[in-house]
């Protein structure tokens, strides 16, 4: 299993659903979770085929959303 921990704008209930309905239909994403107290709303997911950062704001930009890779 692999994690990606990323920054993002999700600092909504509404706006956690709309990530819902993309990542919980991804075939490689087991499971993923976000943190709307964290300062960096961090998007936590964990996948088990090639997934990046960029594939992933890919998915939630046409929603207004947008995620990076949270440098550590």
């Given at each position: 299993?692999n994690?990606?921990?990323l920054?993002?704008n999700?600092?909504t209930?509404?706006?956690e659903?709309l990530?819902a309905?993309?990542l919980?239909?991804?075939?490689?994403?087991?499971?993923w979770?976000v943190?709307?107290?964290?300062?960096d709303?961090?998007?936590?997911?964990?996948y088990h085929?090639?997934l990046t950062?960029?594939d992933i704001?890919a998915?939630?930009?046409p929603?207004?959303?947008?995620?990076?890779?949270?440098?550590e």
């Amino acid at each position: 299993m692999n994690l990606l921990i990323l920054k993002s704008n999700i600092r909504t209930r509404k706006k956690e659903r709309l990530v819902a309905r993309v990542l919980n239909h991804h075939p490689s994403i087991e499971r993923w979770t976000v943190d709307r107290e964290d300062v960096d709303h961090v998007l936590r997911i964990e996948y088990h085929s090639a997934l990046t950062d960029a594939d992933i704001d890919a998915l939630l930009r046409p929603f207004g959303l947008y995620c990076k890779d949270l440098p550590e």
